[in-house]
């Protein structure tokens, strides 16, 4: 006899990119894309009658989601509720408001008091009375800078001294939660926080280290810990497979950009099971129907007479029904005569959105200068650039900060892009 639970994470409700307004429900397609999936956590835990579900943090785009996104959320918050499952969260950076006092994003579900819903705001170590046995929750939220910046002794420190304060904060408040615990009650580490070994998905790129505090993988393994729930990266992995206990980022149960194309979206379904007079602990990504992105990618030669019919082959080839489709066709510079977009619309109808239809000039030479290409990261591709421009030199470490900013922002938040 054990203890089961769902870990999910990075929920993001409230995104609205590619797709469009139904007009049967008034809802933005996409907000009932992450909805639906959702209820499918939802719907597993009230079949499996889990224990609890865990949330590590980002519950909506934004810190004030509108009404319409709090009500959907809340919805299925009640159907946990009516199944008597205790629901814990912990808040994220996307639930943190900018400005100091200001409630989260979830902040309402306490205030409510709500039966057996749990909203740790604050480092916090919890003890739960579960159908199958206690169980220990340490939770540590999102680590926000201007909490610390409010102290003197820390106010005039740069962002990377700061980082490192916040880190070194964050072992020591794990390190209290482990000696806290009651070595015979099955016990859990829950946080939202970047993981410094974590591989981040395409649309995350910005969240290197030197821009989000980040804790080690060994720092978060703590042996008095039967596992550990993990929010703020989107792709599902387990830090340490090797060992225990489990370092899980359960993923976010949803495509948000193009950068998540590959990645498989999911959640956890975690078991603690006594064995003996030890405890082993058993966990299992349970992928999520998303939906589909897809990237059509054609080349176009100088001696192609029609140059749409490449386009089209390579449409027909994709799996786009019901995906959210961008095509990419490349042609040489000196190709004069352009693609039949309405027939390339055509060949598109069983796509549920078309992102774009982009053309790409071919190179004709190569360069001499150190060559920048899609498939380096943000930040070696900038280093690179400002090798090719030497008098960019001094104001390296400006331009990476504000660049890296920059993309955060267009990747979690990208707006549609027109159909062309």
Not at 368 to 386: F, H, M, N, P
Not at 392 to 404: K, M, T
Request: with cysteine.
């Amino acid at each position: 006899m054990g203890l089961h639970f769902i870990h999910f994470a990075d929920l993001h409700l409230g995104i609205e990119n590619y797709g469009h307004i139904d007009p049967a429900t008034g809802l933005h397609t996409r907000v009932q894309d992450f909805t639906a999936n959702l209820c499918a956590i939802f719907d597993l835990a009230i079949e499996e009658e889990v224990d609890l579900v865990l949330f590590a943090g980002d519950a909506y785009k934004t810190c004030d989601p509108n009404p319409t996104h709090q009500r959907e959320f809340a919805s299925q918050l009640r159907r946990l509720q009516q199944a008597n499952i205790p629901l814990v969260m912990v808040v994220g950076n996307h639930d943190m408001p900018a400005a100091f006092g200001k409630a989260t994003s979830v902040d309402i579900f306490a205030a409510l008091e709500l039966n057996n819903t749990y909203v740790i705001r604050r480092p916090q170590l919890l003890r739960l009375d579960t159908r199958s046995g206690p169980l220990q929750i340490a939770g540590l939220p999102w680590p926000t800078r201007h909490l610390l910046r409010a102290h003197d002794d820390y106010k005039d420190l740069d962002q990377e001294t700061i980082n490192e304060q916040i880190s070194q904060i964050c072992a020591q408040q794990i390190e209290e939660f482990a000696r806290q615990l009651d070595p015979d009650v099955p016990a859990v580490l829950t946080a939202h926080i970047a993981a410094a070994e974590a591989t981040y998905s395409g649309s995350e790129r910005t969240a290197v280290v030197g821009q989000d505090p980040t804790l080690l993988t060994s720092t978060l393994a703590h042996p008095a810990f039967d596992y550990v729930a993990l929010g703020h990266v989107h792709k599902y992995q387990n830090l340490n497979p090797d060992g225990a206990p489990p370092v899980i980022y359960s993923g976010s149960p949803e495509r948000i950009t193009f950068g998540e194309e590959r990645d498989e979206k999911g959640f956890s379904l975690v078991a603690v099971e006594q064995d003996g007079d030890s405890r082993r602990t058993l966990h299992e990504f349970i992928p999520t129907e998303t939906r589909p992105f897809v990237t059509v990618q054609a080349e176009i030669s100088a001696a192609t007479e029609d140059p749409t019919e490449p386009v089209l082959a390579a449409i027909a080839a994709a799996p786009i029904k019901d995906a959210v489709v961008r095509v990419i066709y490349t042609l040489p510079a000196t190709h004069i005569s352009s693609i039949d977009l309405e027939r390339v619309h055509q060949a598109l109808a069983p796509a549920f959105h078309i992102a774009g239809i982009l053309p790409r000039v071919a190179a004709t030479e190569r360069l001499r200068r150190t060559a920048i290409t899609e498939d380096l990261g943000l930040r070696e591709a900038l280093d690179k650039y400002i090798e090719n421009n030497p008098d960019l030199e001094e104001h390296c470490d400006v331009l990476r900060r504000y660049a890296l900013d920059l993309e955060k922002e267009l990747e979690l938040f990208q707006p549609e892009e027109e159909e062309s």
